[in-house]
């Protein structure tokens, strides 16, 4: 703890600050209106996909599934391999772009309608405010004091048992991604899960509990660093939520029938509504803060207020600063959203999209490592032929078998040959496998010079079965050969 020391006249007073806030628990009020019903239209959008994706089955397996142990990820009908981390970066280049994109447009929509941490806090509340009631009953069920009574037992084990639920249920769902979810239902039915699995499951629905129950909005005010560099994407022109400060001041409580213009007061009544329903306990009023998710609450609250006083709705909007500023209303405001920064992230996310759609339509499905066998750098054979071993890596990711032909040029005459000296022939490779295969490489001791040789493995493949493009697949890979004296 830092001591302050203050000077008054030749009187020093030490003061002590502390640098830690104790945390104030937030009771926030239900709310409803339009922002509250997009945000359970998104909550339900979001937690469909999330649960109900793993679940979905593409040609007899999952159809999302990142399987780490085999280093593959499926989507659908693609399959990625760790040679194709281009297209998971240029998604994730393109998630930020689109997060930069929102900011700039509208402030923080994602994290008001999307994260999932505003998601599974508002699923907790939900459940919280179901078992418990309403903001003032919490206020009174934890002012009651210990010991509890049985009811007060009754109602924090219940709200505790269905948040354990949620939150297990959640962290089966995420280990069902990296893990074949019907495999996983089995033997968590069983209880032979793996020690990874069970780590994995818990710590992530522990994770969810302790987040959406308990940290709340703690996250969103100390643990994310988006909350924190917000402020350089938004601009005077993004539409963020604000409270109309020359409309609402000066603040007041009055009755209905008051003329609270010739009483000197403004649109806002005082009445706290819009502080009580925000999820990070923050007033509006004060401005726009980093705390503020953008969630919309205040604004359908303090909407209801205004319909049942009797003034126009609005007092806290969407809108921008410059419109605030030079009293525009929201459709003038608007034109203002195409501006110099948004058209650069639009554009880059435009060109990023297309490079990735053309690169993954143009996805070669086969593919082939070639390296060296360090052992036998080459060796001479009944000696009339030089031979060199090499050890090719031929990769299917396609959801078809492949028959795959090789062959080597750069040198004449050059045969390749497996590892019983006979020749390669063709090779079939399951789909979304590999095959690690040693090949023999010889030419004639009369067709080359001592040296070290540019040679290419070409390989040339096709898809078979029903769903077979018919397309002919090629690879072509460089290597050396090497002659010895
Ligand atoms: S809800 Fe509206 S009227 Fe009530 S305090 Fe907030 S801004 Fe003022
Ligand atoms: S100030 Fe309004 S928009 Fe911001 S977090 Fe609170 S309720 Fe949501």
């Known amino acids: 703890m830092p001591n302050e020391i203050k000077e008054e006249g030749s009187f020093q007073e030490t003061v002590e600050l502390s640098l830690y806030e104790v945390r104030r628990k937030i009771y926030p009020r239900s709310v409803s209106g339009v922002f509250a019903k997009w945000r359970v239209v998104l909550i339900l959008a979001t937690q469909i996909l999330f649960y109900g994706l793993p679940w979905v089955q593409w040609n007899d397996r999952q159809a999302v599934l990142f399987d780490l142990v085999s280093r593959k990820f499926y989507i659908f009908g693609l399959v ?23 900011t700039a447009v509208a402030g923080r929509l994602f994290c008001g309608y999307a994260c999932p941490q505003t998601v599974y806090t508002e699923i907790f509340m939900w459940i919280e405010r179901k078992i418990e009631g309403d ?3 919490r206020i009174r069920l934890d002012g009651q004091e210990w010991p509890w009574s049985l009811t007060k037992w009754r109602i924090k084990l219940t709200k505790h048992a269905l948040w354990i639920a949620v939150a297990l249920w959640t962290g089966f769902t995420f280990v069902g991604y990296f893990t074949p979810i019907k495999v996983l239902s089995a033997e968590t039915l069983a209880l ?3 020690p990874w699995q069970t780590f994995w499951l ?3 629905s522990f994770a969810t509990w302790g987040n959406a129950g308990f940290m709340r909005e703690q996250v969103c005010k100390y643990m994310c660093p988006y909350a924190r560099f917000q402020s350089v994407m938004v601009d005077k022109d993004t539409f963020v939520v604000t409270y109309d400060k020359t409309r609402g001041e000066t603040r007041g409580s009055r009755s209905k029938s008051d003329d ?7 649109d806002c009544v005082d009445c706290s509504i819009c502080v009580q329903v925000c999820p990070t306990g923050i007033d509006i009023r004060d401005g726009l803060q980093y705390m503020c998710i953008g969630c919309g609450a205040c604004i359908d609250a303090c909407d209801q207020v205004m319909d ?12 921008s600063e410059r419109a605030m500023l030079e009293h525009m209303d929201n459709k003038s405001a608007r034109h203002y959203i195409f501006r110099p920064r948004v058209m650069i992230y639009i554009g880059i ?12 339509f143009m996805r070669n499905p086969l593919r082939m490592d070639v390296m060296r066998d360090r052992g036998a750098l080459a060796r001479e054979i009944e000696g009339t032929k030089i031979e060199n071993i090499y050890r090719l890596q031929i990769m299917n990711s396609s959801e078809n078998p492949m028959r795959v032909k090789i062959q080597a040029t750069g040198l004449p005459n050059m045969h390749v040959l497996d590892s019983q000296g006979k020749d390669v022939g063709e090779l079939l490779i399951n789909p979304s496998s590999n095959l690690l295969i040693p090949v023999k490489v010889r030419v004639l001791i009369e067709d080359v010079k001592t040296g070290n040789h540019p040679i290419h493995f070409e390989i040339e493949g096709q898809e078979e079965g029903p769903h077979a493009s018919g397309k002919l697949r090629g690879r072509d890979e460089k290597s050396s050969f090497i002659v010895p004296r």
């Open 308 to 319: 049942k006083v009797g003034y126009d709705k609005g007092l806290i909007r969407y809108t």
């Open 135 to 137: 903001r003032f009953a």
């Open 349 to 360: 996310m435009s060109v990023l999209m297309m490079a990735f759609v053309v690169s993954l």
């Open 80 to 102: 990625l391999w760790p040679q194709d981390i281009i297209y998971l970066t240029l998604l994730l280049i393109l998630s930020a772009l689109a997060l930069f994109l929102f």
């Open 202 to 204: 818990l710590f992530y």
């Open 192 to 194: 032979t899960l793996g």
């Open 260 to 266: 609270h213009k010739a009483l000197g007061l403004g």
